[in-house]
């Protein structure tokens, strides 16, 4: 018997005659029915929006909104995001983009559809090295769909879902993104009319109804604060994913240098936010959630410090 094993058998027996011992299980897993996922991640809902993922600095950051059927980032590509059809990179860092070529690879495995990767145009060519490498290895050629995004480019990722790129001042053209719901709204003088007359209007060719547009979720990846933040779109946006990564004084130089954002960024931040949640991802295990919040209460009002939710607190909810 492996050690291990053995070591988890000598406490179950210990067990019996030490109450108070702690009890260790050994999943029992039946041939063809392995459901251990790849990754334990943290899962928030905000109304009717869940997010989900894991992101610690320095480790790997990937973040899913699965009913948009997008994935921002794609850290070691854990199995919960491999069916989600829409992976958006905002730059190459190896956090980041580690499990691309198993992302695409699986999909195809599994008789899934290419994934769509939509990426800064100067990565795609790496990216495509990475893919192209992985399929000789594999003995399988691996297929992608890949999509050069530039700031201020749309793409469509449903019928009425549009992500939205715009520049991020991280590493060279790295980009974060918005996923903007469109819709067509009554013109006010039009609303208390009835079915019959609006099909009249319609058959007149009058404009009866106008755009609305509606930025439901932006994520911003690795990135200091910037002209981003300018951005009505990204500042009006239902929920914001951002990163903090540094909370103290003596790491102020550190947050400079790799181009990160620091506690001391986030009150110009939230000053400006209408956001209804602000979602705190890429912080280091070294620092701890508690730490953080700690150093939070220091820079920010209540009201503030209540639209703050970090990624890395599993299962809140917020309504
Ligand atoms: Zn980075």
Do not use: W
Request: hydrophobic fraction near 35%; charge should be positive; glycine fraction near 6%.
């Amino acid at each position: 018997m492996p050690p291990c094993l053995a070591s988890k058998t000598k406490k179950l027996t210990d067990h019996k005659t030490k109450p108070n011992m702690p009890v260790f299980t050994i999943p029992r897993i039946q041939q063809g029915n392995i459901k251990v996922p790849s990754h334990r991640l943290a899962k928030i809902e905000i109304d009717d929006i869940e997010i989900t993922g894991y992101s610690v600095a320095g480790e790997e950051t990937v973040v899913a909104v699965p009913q948009l059927n997008v994935c921002f980032d794609i850290g070691k590509a854990p199995d919960q995001v491999i069916s989600i059809d829409n992976l958006l990179l905002t730059h190459g860092h190896m956090d980041h983009t580690a499990g691309i070529a198993y992302y695409l690879s699986h999909r195809n495995f599994s008789g899934q559809t290419p994934g769509t990767v939509l990426a800064p145009q100067e990565l795609l060519e790496p990216i495509q090295q990475i893919i192209d490498a992985h399929g000789i290895l594999d003995g399988n050629p691996i297929p992608a769909n890949l999509v050069a995004v530039r700031p201020g480019g749309e793409y469509r990722i449903k019928p009425n879902i549009f992500a939205r790129a715009f520049a991020t001042p991280h590493s060279r053209n790295s980009v974060g993104y918005t996923l903007i719901e469109k819709r067509k709204k009554l013109k006010p003088e039009y609303t208390k009319l009835t079915g019959p007359q609006i099909v009249e209007l319609k058959k007149q060719g009058i404009e009866i109804d106008y755009p609305l547009e509606i930025p439901l979720v932006t994520y911003c990846g690795d990135t200091e604060p910037g002209d981003f933040t300018k951005l009505e779109f990204v500042m009006n946006s239902k929920i914001l994913i951002t990163e903090c990564t540094f909370y103290t004084k003596d790491h102020i130089s550190r947050a400079k240098a790799g181009k990160h954002t620091h506690l001391n960024d986030l009150p110009d931040l939230m000053r400006n936010s209408k956001n209804q949640c602000i979602v705190l991802i890429h912080i280091s295990q070294r620092t701890g959630i508690g730490f953080a919040r700690k150093m939070l209460k220091k820079v920010l009002a209540a009201e503030q410090l209540d639209r703050i939710i970090f990624l890395m607190e599993h299962n809140k909810r917020r309504r």
